[in-house]
């Protein structure tokens, strides 16, 4: 069973930046998709960013430019490094590794 455990998240400022980890503990494959989500409240959570098991990423449109993901595989660790954030940037944001779920991280973009 994978666990998945993210960190990083807090309160900052607009304009400024946090990166987020998630690390995976198991079985894991480096060759499963990883992503960052998110979900404000009242809204559906939605992909950011995404890393395939060849490297390739894919992030959404609102935050490209600004966040990049990227991953250890050797330490079975995800990151997402957020610029420039804003305040709409506000969210639970959430780690996948292939199918698991972690708990989620608060990010607050607030003055």
């Known amino acids: 069973q994978v666990q998945v455990v993210e960190s990083g998240g807090g309160l900052v400022q607009p304009g400024g930046s946090v990166r987020l980890s998630c690390t995976a503990s198991?079985?894991?494959?480096?060759?499963?998709?990883k992503g960052w989500y998110r979900q404000a409240p009242g809204k559906q959570r939605e992909v950011v960013a995404v890393?395939?098991?060849?490297?390739?990423?894919k992030t959404v449109d609102s935050v490209k430019g600004r966040f990049t993901i990227s991953r250890d595989n050797a330490k079975n660790t995800l990151y997402l490094q957020m610029n420039s954030l804003k305040p709409e940037d506000t969210a639970g944001y959430y780690c996948?590794?292939?199918?698991?779920w972690g708990q989620g991280t608060q990010v607050t973009v607030s003055s």
């Open positions: 996948k590794f292939g199918p698991s």
């Open positions: 198991g079985s894991i494959f480096s060759a499963l998709v």
């Open positions: 890393i395939a098991g060849d490297g390739i990423t």
